[in-house]
């Protein structure tokens, strides 16, 4: 009880962090620090953490007190959540999706700390992939952010996530959050700011000066990732039609979108195809929908880019070897019949990206671009919010509050 004491007065009282963690631990939170902040764990100090014990879904979820993470890389930093979103990812991997690929990666950064038993690297799991909050210690190496710092950012897919009290994280991900935001409207969007930063520049080579001579076709428009991106090509000057369901149509357009088509009207697939004339077709929506390709101008280097990558389903399904092979067949399959029409399909997924994040900050302290939330849960709810995102009717992100 007496610890849990001292870390209340840590969080809760700045004034007296710092002198606190020199009498606790004998080393400097200043930034720029030659020491390494050794996390609260190092004296035994607990957190709660929503945790998956087997790949069971949202009913194998259970809230669990466990330690908080140490600081084990001098380039980490150690974060005091306060609030964090569930993204359609997290939905995934709590049954299974991605394992074999993601547990590659685990036992690779434990190799990485000289630990190479390969048994239950795992679980307990918890997901959780981006989040807002104070920043409590650093590691010797981390300059760009110090203790007290109000941050957001993204933890790596194999790494222990954010739906937790307490997250480490690597302060690449990590920088200081707009101020003209809440800390749940912080938390919905490094994930899938990064994630349409991703699709749009790397994958569609959409930039801020190319974008305005560039019409999108924008599929699955008003989920998390979807409505982020209507936003950023509009800021941008892109012309954007978005498709989305008939319920979103009015949120889309005052995201910027010139147009927003139901798409469960029957006429919405035939008229955008004869149209013919996009340069970049994104699909957010979810399974691809291949007929688009027609809709993209023919021999103009334009591109169809899916967030639908079959890289990790078919690893999970056949192994990592021919589960990549079959992913590479697939790609190279859709664009010799593509690029016979001078048309190009791509892949699109999450990638860090420091300088995206601080460019994404920008934007959203010049008030260019606004959080979309649907809903927002309290931590003990963390079950709730993953249901909603399940059922897959949630209109821009869904949020954990602590």
Aim: aromatic content about 8%; hydrophobic content about 45%; glycine content about 8%.
């Amino acid at each position: 009880m007496a610890n849990c004491s001292v870390l209340r007065n840590v969080i809760t009282n700045h004034s007296k962090t710092q002198a606190l963690w020199i009498r606790l631990f004998g080393t400097s939170c200043k930034r720029g620090s030659t020491q390494t902040m050794e996390a609260p764990a190092a004296v035994g100090y607990r957190m709660k953490a929503w945790q998956s014990n087997g790949y069971d879904g949202v009913e194998g979820l259970s809230l669990n007190v466990v330690r908080v993470p140490p600081i084990l890389r001098p380039w980490d930093v150690l974060v005091k959540v306060q609030a964090a979103s569930v993204n359609p990812i997290d939905t995934a991997v709590i049954n299974g999706y991605g394992e074999k690929v993601l547990n590659i990666m685990r036992a690779l950064g434990r190799a990485e700390q000289g630990i190479f038993d390969i048994n239950q690297i795992e679980f307990p799991l918890t997901v959780g992939r981006d989040f807002s909050g104070e920043i409590i210690a650093v590691g010797k190496a981390v300059e760009n952010v110090a203790v007290g710092d109000q941050v957001w950012g993204v933890v790596s897919p194999q790494r222990q996530g954010s739906h937790a009290e307490y997250v480490v994280a690597a302060a690449s991900n990590v920088c200081s959050r707009p101020t003209n935001i809440t800390s749940e409207e912080a938390a919905s969007i490094p994930y899938a700011g990064l994630t349409a930063w991703s699709t749009v520049v790397v994958s569609g080579l959409i930039t801020q000066y190319t974008a305005p001579r560039t019409r999108v076709l924008l599929l699955g428009a008003s989920g998390g990732v979807g409505s982020f991106m209507c936003q950023m090509l509009s800021v941008w000057g892109a012309q954007v039609v978005a498709v989305c369901s008939e319920d979103a149509l009015e949120m889309v357009t005052s995201l910027g979108a010139v147009e927003a088509l139901d798409y469960r009207n029957p006429e919405t697939k035939e008229l955008l195809i004869a149209d013919q004339g996009f340069d970049v077709v994104i699909n957010a929506a979810g399974a691809d929908d291949l007929d688009y390709l027609k809709a993209l101008k023919p021999w103009m280097g334009s591109s169809y880019v899916t967030l639908s990558p079959p890289f990790l389903r078919n690893t999970d399904e056949l192994g990592i070897l021919p589960g990549f092979l079959k992913s590479l067949k697939q790609v190279a399959c859709r664009n010799v019949t593509s690029l016979s029409e001078g048309k190009a399909y791509k892949w699109a997924f999450y990638m860090p990206n420091p300088f995206a994040l601080k460019e994404i900050s920008n934007l959203m302290s010049k008030n260019k671009i606004r959080p979309v939330i649907d809903k927002v849960f309290p931590f003990e709810a963390a079950p709730d919010a993953y249901g909603h995102v399940i059922n897959g009717r949630a209109r821009g992100k869904t949020v954990i509050s602590l």
